[in-house]
């Protein structure tokens, strides 16, 4: 579905992402991960046309997107959330799903309809007339995978959906992308828990300033020593 072919870009003298290669299939669902600072945002923003790259090129569904701007990347299927959830404070949580959806349905009755299915599916129908700005960090977070789901993405890219949410939050939302996975939605997730990456993901991609040093299984990878020193320095590699 996805191929990212030598993809670069820099800051001035700093290559915040450096001639990173990798594809996806239909189906997977991929976890990215990597130190603070390894390029791991900066990376999603070239794949959805939020940067544009300095070298490398991206296609999607056989089609190269590079340089396309991001809602045309939506309206194809490619779709993200971010790591700083940013909603329409004023708007209710059903108006902020509404919104999103009328991306891809032509009326507003449509776009409710699906927007209510949304917040049944996702745990929020209680909220629905609350402001958006009412809300705790974790029920934002889920708006904002609503939000997404309302574009009806082919494959759906996660920045952080699970930072900072309680047990009972984080436990809710895994259930839910487990959920959305067994029906056959494509995932990529950005992640800093490592019992959720090793629970959810069947493959994983490692960056390390910029660049790309793994990509496996989870369990592989957490052995490899070039990941264990990127994450806890050379002194504790075997």
Not at 2 to 28: P, Q, Y
Not at 44 to 73: E, K, S, Y
Not at 191 to 201: G, P
Request: glycine share 10%.
């Amino acid at each position: 579905m996805l191929e990212v072919d030598r993809l670069t870009k820099r800051f001035g003298g700093l290559v915040a992402v450096d001639n990173v290669t990798f594809s996806i299939g239909e189906g997977e669902l991929v976890g990215i991960i990597g130190p603070n600072g390894a390029g791991k945002t900066t990376l999603f923003n070239l794949v959805t046309g939020f940067l544009q790259p300095d070298a490398g090129r991206v296609r999607f569904l056989g089609r190269d997107i590079t340089g396309w701007a991001p809602h045309r990347v939506a309206r194809l299927g490619l779709v993200r959330t971010f790591q700083l959830v940013r909603p329409f404070q004023n708007l209710s949580v059903l108006d902020n799903v509404k919104a999103a959806a009328l991306v891809k349905v032509p009326s507003l009755a449509e776009a409710e309809d699906l927007a209510w299915e949304l917040l049944e599916d996702t745990g929020l129908s209680r909220y629905a007339h609350l402001e958006a700005r009412s809300l705790p960090v974790g029920l934002r977070k889920r708006m904002e995978i609503a939000r997404a789901l309302a574009v009806r993405p082919r494959m759906l890219m996660l920045d952080e959906a699970l930072a900072g949410l309680n047990p009972t939050e984080l436990a809710e939302t895994l259930g839910l992308l487990e959920r959305l996975h067994s029906r056959g939605l494509t995932l990529i997730l950005i992640e800093h828990i490592m019992a959720v990456i090793m629970r959810l993901c069947r493959r994983v991609i490692v960056l390390h300033q910029g660049r790309k040093i793994a990509d496996g299984p989870p369990e592989q990878v957490g052995h490899d020593p070039n990941v264990i020193e990127a994450y806890l320095g050379e002194e504790f590699v075997a």
